[in-house]
């Protein structure tokens, strides 16, 4: 692998990352690393102080009560509100912009620190009128527009426990989310557009309330019902003395897994927790500083919205954009990051492969001097990908990052301070011992293995919703006892590098949403004509595609007509990225000897490797079907 950019010795020394080096007297990220592990209180405590964290940390910052990543309490003396650090007020930034928001028409909405200060109290307010505190859920289902950042700010400065969909989502999808998190309040919008289109959401809006029976109030951005509040109106007085203080382990956010194995599970994420590991990617893996312009395209419905969002805590302005990537033409987010100056850029690995095959050049008519770092995640960047970005954008800082949903992070991602090998992510997070291992759990490098997790870290869950913590341990511990594991093909170069393969299990990822199979199984098998089907990610074009099996009942066949069916009623209950790109006809569906659908066995097939553990099927015959 080749080296495709060196920072430059000035820009070095200007980075966060070199600043923070020598405050835990470390020479360079690697011996960080190692010192990191070493004194796990000292290095939070350090990063804590140095990325601007507000409240009463405590004298403890680790407290160890076992091994592994459910071993270790982080702060458990600390006093704090996160809005305190997101919404702290710096010198001079009242009148300056912290929410930026353009939509594919153009349009586009500021807010200032002073405004979103202001409106954040309002909506607080308005919250605890409503009886809302620790213990409740506020739900979003909504576009990604400032509404949704402002009130996810005052769930926050509230002490209630925020958790959201995107509004492409319908409402079997929704459902199978906020009906097991039960909200007390939602917020939702009566459109949104994509593509040139203008998508109505007043019907679906009526069933999902019909069947979320704990709802207290409805808010909603555009056209209002008459028994729903409009987004303009719910506001109260606004509390202008402290915020109140939480533990460092106070519940702030639910993210929701993709629904392998039946409804999604809902991940109960530490507000806290979920800030300070950002604050370090942020800070120092990406050189984000206080007056940058942050863009990451994606929706509420993604890890990534609350990532952005996080972006306020280090005074950067957060650029919001609604709508499709491509719109009204396919380079049109480069426009916005020349006309918003845009220090970093964040995307998909998928988005940026479209860019290559459509020989996209976002330089050579843009001024785009502003962008010092790009960010790609949610699927591995091909190396295709890497050259792209390097002969058509020049020198940035490329940082690929990898973490996922599950602890609303990154377990290995960018450095500043270090060359960028082609088609390598460049390293562990600090803070991070991960590591990659064979079957039996022993680390291997330069071998495709297992992406694994050995120590704690601030974001490991509280748990799932309503689980009595087998389900938690089930998900993480039980391949490799005492070891996170995290459901990604990866291989550890000797230089420290990483590269991602895809998902080891049944999990299904395209352009960075995570889509389980159990809650497509649900919907397509809905159709009478469909006996059973599986659905696997197939590497493809330097992402990946999904692929539907179908056996159908007796008698009829897969035709066009049958096809467009099943897209159809993918597209209407899920998400139209639940479609899949190619539906196959088999006789059978291969099956452990318990009687389980072995997805795993027919991912190897489609993917060209070695059937793991045939022993345990059934009916090993039946995978010359799934050779595609």
């Not at 056209?223 to 519940?251: I, K, L, M, S, V």
């Not at 792209?388 to 960018?414: E, M, P």
């Not at 009942?553 to 009623?569: I, P, S, Y």
């Amino acid at each position: 692998m080749s080296t495709l950019w060196t920072p430059r010795f000035d820009a070095i020394e200007r980075s966060n990352m070199h600043r923070f080096l020598g405050t835990i007297g470390a020479f360079d990220t690697d011996e960080a690393r190692r010192v990191a592990l070493a004194d796990n209180d000292s290095f939070w405590k350090a990063l804590w102080g140095f990325c601007g964290m507000q409240g009463e940390s405590g004298e403890r910052a680790a407290l160890v009560h076992g091994p592994g990543p459910r071993g270790t309490s982080y702060f458990p003396d600390a006093r704090l509100n996160v809005v305190d650090t997101l919404l702290q007020v710096r010198e001079g930034d009242g009148a300056r912009d912290a929410i930026i928001e353009v939509d594919e028409t153009g349009a586009r909405r500021t807010t200032t620190w002073n405004e979103l200060r202001h409106e954040v109290a309002a909506v607080a307010a308005a919250l605890s009128n409503d009886g809302v505190g620790p213990g409740h859920r506020v739900a979003a289902w909504m576009p990604n527009v400032r509404e949704t950042v402002v009130l996810f700010l005052a769930t926050m400065h509230v002490g209630a426990t925020f958790t959201s969909t995107s509004a492409d989502f319908g409402a079997h999808g929704v459902l199978e989310r906020f009906g097991q998190t039960t909200p007390t309040v939602l917020l939702a919008a009566s459109h949104y557009r994509y593509a040139g289109k203008t998508i109505d959401l007043t019907h679906t809006l009526a069933q999902i309330r019909s069947e979320l029976p704990g709802l207290v109030r409805t808010v909603v951005v555009g056209e209002c019902p008459d028994d729903a509040t409009p987004w303009a109106d719910y506001r109260g007085t606004a509390d202008e003395g402290p915020r109140p203080q939480f533990h460092f382990d106070h519940p702030g956010t639910i993210l929701y897994t993709s629904g392998t194995t039946g409804k999604p599970k809902c991940i109960v994420h530490r507000a806290a927790g979920v800030l300070l590991m950002h604050l370090k990617e942020q800070q120092l893996h990406c050189d984000v500083r206080p007056g940058d312009r942050v863009f990451y395209f994606t929706t509420c419905g993604w890890m990534m919205w609350n990532w952005l969002v996080s972006m306020l805590a280090s005074g950067a302005a957060i650029v919001l954009y609604d709508g499709s990537p491509t719109h009204p033409q396919i380079d049109r987010l480069w426009d916005l990051c020349e006309s918003e100056r845009l220090t970093l850029f964040g995307t998909s690995a998928k988005y940026i492969d479209a860019m290559r095959k459509n020989a996209v050049a976002p330089r050579s008519t843009r001024d785009l001097s502003a962008l010092r770092t790009v960010c790609s995640t949610g699927s591995p960047l091909a190396p295709d990908g890497f050259d792209w970005v390097y002969q058509r954008l020049g020198d940035v800082h490329l940082a690929s990052i990898s973490g996922g949903t599950d602890l609303c992070g990154c377990f290995v991602g960018g450095d500043p301070t270090k060359p960028v090998t082609r088609g390598e992510i460049q390293g562990t997070m600090l803070g991070m011992d991960v590591r990659v291992v064979d079957d039996d759990g022993q680390e291997i490098v330069n071998r495709v293995g297992e992406l694994v997790c050995a120590n704690s870290f601030p974001s490991v869950p509280l748990g799932f919703w309503g689980d009595d913590g087998s389900r938690f341990e089930h998900a993480y511990f039980a391949r490799f006892p005492g070891l996170w594991t995290h459901g990604d093909f990866a291989t550890r170069t000797s230089s420290g590098g990483f590269v991602i393969h895809g998902r080891s299990d049944a999990t299904l990822n395209v352009a960075g949403v995570r889509i389980g199979t159990a809650e497509l199984y649900a919907v397509v098998e809905e159709d009478v004509d469909v006996l059973e089907c599986l659905a696997v990610g197939q590497s493809w074009e330097n992402d990946s595609r999904i692929v539907l099996f179908v056996v159908p009942v007796v008698g009829k066949q897969l035709n066009d007509e049958f096809q467009a069916r099943v897209r159809n009623l993918i597209r209407s209950r899920l998400t139209p990225r639940h479609v899949p790109s190619l539906i196959v006809e088999v006789p059978e569906l291969p099956r452990t000897r318990s009687g389980k659908l072995s997805e795993l066995a027919v991912a190897d097939v489609v993917n060209g490797r070695a059937v793991r553990n045939t022993e345990a099927l059934a009916n090993p015959h039946c995978l010359v079907n799934f050779v595609l």
